[in-house]
T-cell receptor
Framework: DQQVKQNSPSLSVQEGRISILNCDYT??????FLWYKKYPAEGPTFLIS?????DKNEDGRFTVFLNKSAKHLSLHIVPSQPGDSAVYFC????????????FGKGTKLSVIP | DADVTQTPRNRITKTGKRIMLECSQT?????MYWYRQDPGLGLRLIYY???????NKGEISDGYSVSRQAQAKFSLSLESAIPNQTALYFC?????????????FGPGTRLLVL
């Protein structure tokens, strides 16, 4: 039973355009969400997070939107750059629990120059 | 220098062998984690440790054991390796402070069990 789902294994976007990566979750106890970026031969690196008390969090070119009623979050990258090409993982946590992270399978983003 | 280091970076072993993967961190974090990643799958938690005396099983702990030798060191052992343990293994750390969920990952160890 996959509690965090990233249904698009891959996404290609032109440089300068918007990249939108989507994530759905099924566990209503999740109340904190994170996005990680992973380059080949490296470990995942933290990108941005959002608490369930918010519906939007922005950090430079990266914005995460949370729709709790739909159990859906998305990561927007504007404008997309070739260096953004990586695998993006969505992760979720129950703050009232042990703060373990549950990860999605990842979406490979390719930004085409 | 990297804050979270893993050794070895690559390892090939045979079925039935015992191997150890090591993780060290200089971030001063209390919490450490071991994950595995399989192709097309997300990261799955094997074990985690909140401090030297606190070890907890994760989602897929069968066939693995861990040792927290010090705050900065967390080792993962495969007592008798099997081919389906072929995967990419990541160590991670997090702070006891405000942002418990933000985990910092090492570069990974690629393990092949023949």
């Amino acid at each position: 039973d996959q509690q965090v789902k990233q249904n698009s294994p891959s996404l290609s976007v032109q440089e300068g355009r918007i990249s939108i990566l989507n994530c759905d979750y099924t566990n209503s106890m999740f109340d904190y969400f994170l996005w990680y970026k992973k380059y080949p031969a490296e470990g995942p690196t933290f990108l941005i997070s959002i608490s369930s008390i918010k519906d939007k969090n922005e950090d430079g070119r990266f914005t995460v939107f949370l729709n709790k009623s739909a159990k859906h979050l998305s990561l927007h990258i504007v404008p997309s750059q070739p260096g953004d090409s990586a695998v993006y993982f969505c992760a979720a946590s129950e703050r009232a629990g042990s703060y373990q992270l549950t990860f999605g399978k990842g979406t490979k983003l390719s930004v085409i120059p | 220098d990297a804050d979270v280091t893993q050794t070895p970076r690559n390892r090939i072993t045979k079925t039935g062998k015992r191997i150890m993967l090591e993780c060290s961190q200089t971030k001063g974090h209390d919490r450490m984690y071991w994950y595995r990643q399989d192709p097309g799958l997300g990261l799955r938690l094997i074990y985690y440790s909140f401090d030297v005396k606190d070890i907890n099983k994760g989602e897929i702990s069968d066939g693995y054991s861990v040792s927290r030798q010090a705050q900065a060191k967390f080792s993962l052992s495969l007592e008798s390796a099997i081919p389906n343990q072929t995967a990419l293994y990541f160590c991670a750390t997090s702070d006891q402070g405000r942002n418990l969920e933000t985990q910092y990952f090492g570069p990974g160890t690629r393990l092949l069990v023949l």
